[in-house]
């Protein structure tokens, strides 16, 4: 394993030290995701795959030094001039040219523009995409992943050790982290001075009608299910899950609740439309420091959900090799470093922590990028889902939303 040292160049270091005070993050500017995502929620469960799995392609690699990414936008760093330094560097390094699109607006809707094709083992026009765990595992359940070659990503050596076995796949063979965070609390400082520390704090008379919560149901219900005591990464059925969703469903009716929306929650929060909310930990960061500080993010005594958005190559993509080598990249501590930087989220590198605080002792104390051990014992993963309980549960789900 080879690794570069440590930027020297004061453009390099000017660049995190901007990026860590602009606090951007790929949600902000995701304001409209929430209602196409509702609407693809219910046809997405639908499995696509059960008739037979698609072949993977033949790679090109060899021959063709090309890569097309899609993400999240605001989901890598960014210079004022809307170049990405790391990934320039990466191109310039390895000889492969990389077309880096924000195509990933919300989990459901992506997955609804490419489904069909990923049935028929097509090229999606996409050989490297990002997305959420629940999601990775639907596309690794229906075969439309392909599976690494982890002699091309040696850096995978460098992966967080309570990352490198998950449930929808061990041993990481369609699946690596990009970047991870917690859903938690917010509060507005002013209007809520005594703080918030739990979920059922939201339901407080005083909050009537200015509470949100987030349209991502394994967040949502999930704060609500580790409020009731259930451990969400654990054995749970039905009766639990439907307990938290009655609960939610009631605290709708009643008015309590006054939004149920996506990334455009932050903009109920500036205009105070919101005092409280259900939360992503970045996003707080991100909104302090576009609007002053004013609020305030916790994850609740019960417990906060923690998840991980990953690199995976699609079934139908002729470059893998490319992709690994792209993933091997950014899995070296000092690029890692420059990215958490930038997005504000929980980098799955070790040693990237050491790498930043070579450049910023304040930014590697951040516990919202690098947690230490008691911030992560009281994160939850949100167990994974078989086929008929995704469409069961969020069909329940949906209800409260169509409803809302």
């Known amino acids: 394993m080879t690794t570069r040292p440590l930027p020297q160049d004061p453009m390099v270091r000017a660049i995190i030290t901007q990026a860590r005070q602009a606090q951007l993050n790929r949600r902000t500017l995701l304001t ?13 469960c639908s499995p696509a795959g059960a008739q037979g799995k698609p072949t993977p392609a033949a790679d090109e690699s060899a021959t063709d030094k090309s890569l ?30 990389v077309d880096y699109e924000v195509a990933v607006d919300d989990n459901n809707t992506y997955y609804g523009k490419v489904k069909d094709q990923l049935a028929l083992g097509q090229d999606i026009g996409a050989d490297l995409v990002c997305l959420t765990d629940w999601m990775i595992a639907r596309w690794i359940r229906f075969g439309y992943a392909q599976e690494f070659d982890h002699g091309n990503i040696p850096n995978i050596a460098n992966l967080t050790p309570s990352l490198r076995d998950v449930d929808f796949d061990e041993g990481r063979k369609f699946s690596l982290p990009w970047q991870g965070g917690f859903a938690g609390i917010c509060w507005n400082k002013e209007a809520v001075p005594g703080g918030l520390a739990s979920v059922s704090d939201l339901w407080q008379a005083d909050l009537k009608g200015r509470v949100g919560v987030l349209s991502e149901m394994r967040d949502t219900v999930g704060l609500i299910m580790l409020e009731n005591g259930v451990d969400i990464s ?9 307990e938290a969703i009655e609960l939610l469903r009631q605290q709708v009716a009643d008015g309590q609740i006054r939004n149920i929306k996506g990334n455009s929650y932050l903009e109920d929060l500036k205009s105070e439309d919101t005092l409280a909310a259900i939360c992503w930990s970045g996003d707080i960061t991100v909104i302090n420091a576009e609007a002053g500080d004013k609020w305030e993010f ?15 190559v699609p079934i139908g993509s002729p470059r893998k ?12 501590p000092e690029v890692a470093a420059e990215v958490a930087a930038w997005v504000n989220f929980i980098t799955p590198v070790v040693g990237a922590k050491e790498a930043a605080a070579a450049i910023d002792p304040e930014l590697a104390e951040n516990q ?4 230490d051990e008691e911030t992560l014992s009281n994160a939850y993963v949100f167990r994974a889902l078989d086929g008929a309980e995704e469409q069961k549960y969020q069909a329940e789900f949906q209800s409260i939303l169509l409803g809302s």
């Open 321 to 332: 090799a490319n992709a690994e080598a792209l993933m091997n990249y950014y899995y070296e």
């Open 234 to 242: 654990g054995k749970w059925g039905d009766d639990e899950y439907s």
């Open 368 to 371: 919202l990028i690098f947690p």
């Open 32 to 44: 409209g995701a929430g209602a196409g995502a509702s609407a693809l929620a219910l046809a997405a």
């Open 298 to 312: 916790a994850i609740p005594t019960a417990g906060g959900t923690l998840w991980n958005d990953n690199f995976l």
């Open 68 to 97: 097309n990414w899609a993400n999240w936008a605001a989901y890598i760093d960014e210079d004022d001039d809307g170049n990405y330094p790391t990934l320039e560097a990466f191109q310039k390094e390895s000889g492969i040219a």
